[in-house]
Nanobody, 123 residues
């Protein structure tokens, strides 16, 4: 199983920025789709962004388009989520995940998950 470790969360004021990182173990990083999800208290986990290196396919949730950017460094086995213009409603635990097949947006399609990193946006 793939081991994922997120970092970079924290407390930021509305309008600010954060960059999340997700380091992945293993030698086949580039062949996996890497995604970001988030979960606010009392809510279900929701899709944020996903990228598959081969083919260059990237999808974003509508509520982050133009504000968040997913990127990856295959040499470092790391995927990033650059978050700009943060809003209080972006608060939650952010998880990265890895999927072997396709470019999914359904959490059930991802086989491996990190432990999550807390993002809190104050108004």
């Amino acid at each position: 199983q793939v081991h994922l470790v997120e970092s970079g969360g924290g407390l930021v004021q509305a309008g600010g920025s954060l960059r999340l990182s997700c380091a992945r173990s293993g030698r086949t990083f580039s062949s996996y789709a890497m995604g970001w999800f988030r979960q606010a208290p009392g809510k279900e986990r929701e899709f944020v962004a996903v990228n598959r290196w081969s083919g260059g396919t990237t999808y974003y949730a509508d509520f982050v388009k133009g504000r968040f950017t997913i990127s990856r460094d295959n040499a470092k086995n790391t995927v990033y989520l650059q978050m700009n213009s943060l809003k209080p409603e972006d608060t939650g635990v952010y998880y990265c995940a890895a999927a072997r097949i396709g470019v999914p947006r359904d959490p059930a399609a991802f086989e491996s998950w990190g432990q999550g990193t807390q993002v809190t946006v104050s108004s």
